[in-house]
């Protein structure tokens, strides 16, 4: 019997109907980018609401497109963790008031794994064990997998995520939000050698990045100190280009190369690469490019599953296949900690 699988964790509303093999049966996702688009950045509470107003009718919708109701479900998922705590509230009670009234199980989904998890969706191969790299809008991490449930946290950044720093570059230059999509956009027509930006951590061993830094560098090439206004910056359309290209530049090279870094220290045949910034063209060259070079197989999530959606739920499946399930009284996880 299918499942129901519902994702609330920042700024998206979504849900997807999922039969017990793994197709998508229904599914609906509601984003608040106009919402958050005027504060260049997402604001809890209004994320919150949205979710409050939204839940039900996405439920409702990928349920009708699914043809089913809730009495054909065979459970109910919801990511627990991580992201925003009033996003994450929204879904979790609706899960549980679902399953209650439904008389269904209930299940919790961890997000970043889901994010991984999408990876292997559309690939139809077994890719495990592997290093995976979450890029999202809050998270950079790596992983050593040994199953989709199963990862080792390796490391991460230590302060912005690698998207986190796409939409602050976008805001800088009023590119609109989110950024990542409109500066890898801009980066099309210009010189990543522009500006040389540092490639933070790079030669540090391990798996930390840092992104604030390249940040900083990108925001002094915009304007000189002292300048606080981003909104009347005189730059020409080339200009704005070259950072972008430069910028994106730096990112992709420090991930490029700590995955490489990872994949031959476990001697893994695969990476897996999930996460909205997995969507980024000039990553994913590189990624395949750096692959072929230490002949390893790069898996990485679909264009429409890297930035949020409720089908990367399926991940629930494999829960359910080992009997874990989650009690009624199921309370959230933010996940402000490293290490997630
Ligand atoms: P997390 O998964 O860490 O909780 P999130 O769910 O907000 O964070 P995602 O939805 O996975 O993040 O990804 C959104 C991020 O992906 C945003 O920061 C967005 O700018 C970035 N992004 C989307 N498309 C691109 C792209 N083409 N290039 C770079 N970044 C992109
Ligand atoms: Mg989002
Ligand atoms: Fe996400």
């Known amino acids: 019997m299918p499942i129901l699988t519902i994702e609330s964790t920042c700024d998206e509303t979504a849900a997807a109907v999922i039969s017990d093999g793994g197709s998508v049966l229904g599914e609906c996702v509601a984003t608040q980018e106009t919402l958050h688009e005027q504060f260049g950045g997402v604001v809890p509470e209004v994320a919150a609401r949205a979710h409050v107003e939204r839940i039900l009718p996405v439920i409702d919708t990928a349920l009708r497109k699914a043809g089913l109701q809730g009495a054909d479900l065979d459970a109910i998922a919801v990511a627990d963790r991580p992201g925003l705590a009033g996003s994450l509230l929204v879904g979790v009670v609706a899960a549980k008031t679902l399953a209650v009234a439904w008389k269904k199980p209930l299940v919790a989904i961890n997000h970043l794994h889901a994010h991984l998890y999408a990876c292997q969706m559309a690939a139809d191969l077994s890719v495990y064990p592997c290093i995976g790299l979450v890029v999202s809008g809050g998270h950079t991490s790596l992983y050593h997998c040994t199953s989709p449930l199963d990862l ?162 399926a991940i629930a499946l494999e829960k359910i296949r080992r009997g874990e399930f989650a009690p009624l009284d199921l309370d959230i996880t933010a996940g402000l900690q490293r290490g997630f």
């Open 152 to 313: 080792e946290y390796l490391g991460g950044t230590i302060d912005d995520a690698a998207g986190e720093a796409f939409d602050k570059v976008g805001a800088m230059l009023n590119l609109g939000f989110p950024g990542g999509p409109a500066v890898s956009r801009l980066a099309a027509q210009g010189d990543p050698k522009a500006h040389a930006y540092p490639r933070s951590m790079l030669k540090e061993p391990g798996y930390r990045f840092s992104f604030s830094g390249l940040k900083t560098a990108v925001r002094y090439s915009i304007a000189p100190p002292g300048v606080k206004d981003f909104s009347n910056i005189n730059l020409s359309d080339q200009a704005k280009a070259d950072i972008c290209a430069s910028f994106q530049a730096a990112v992709v090279d420090v991930l490029v190369a700590k995955s490489v870094r990872a994949v031959k220290a476990y001697e893994a045949g695969f990476l897996i690469v999930g996460g909205g910034v997995a969507a980024n063209p000039v990553l994913r060259t590189g990624l395949q490019t750096a692959a072929e070079k230490n002949g390893f197989q790069l898996v990485i999530a679909p264009m429409n599953l890297c930035t949020d959606n409720a089908v990367m739920g």
